[in-house]
């Protein structure tokens, strides 16, 4: 099992830049791809960006490529998102997730996932 906690949300004006972090206790971190997943007030949690297993392959909602880049340390057992030039439609609680399927778009193939923290991007 893999116990997921993020950190690094907050209030960012548009423009900016934050990085998440996810926290990963257990020492299966390793076996599992990891993604990212934003749910805005009142839509559905959406697809942000998944990294294979060894970091080496990484995928992206076309929303967020080019501004926003995932990364995980597998020594810290930690996931990142990078998040520049944020915009208002990314405001938005982001939640990490791992699963045991390479490049999973599909929410309902993660796993295990964390409590969220919130990006508030303002205009």
């Known amino acids: 099992q893999v116990h997921l906690v993020e950190s690094g949300g907050g209030l960012v004006q548009a423009g900016g830049s934050l990085t998440l972090s996810c926290a990963a206790s257990?020492?299966?971190?390793?076996?599992?791809?990891m993604g990212w997943f934003r749910q805005a007030a009142g839509k559905e949690r959406e697809f942000v960006a998944t990294?294979?297993?060894?970091?080496?392959?990484?995928s992206y909602a076309d929303s967020v490529k080019g501004r926003f880049t995932i990364s995980r340390d597998n020594a810290k057992n930690t996931l990142y998102l990078q998040m520049n030039s944020l915009k208002p439609e990314d405001t938005a609680v982001y939640y990490c997730a791992a699963t045991s399927v390479t490049h999973s778009r599909d929410r309902n193939q993660y796993l295990y996932w964390g409590q969220g923290t919130q990006v508030t991007v303002s205009s």
């Open positions: 990294i294979n297993w060894s970091g080496a392959t990484r």
């Open positions: 257990g020492r299966d971190f390793i076996v599992y791809a």
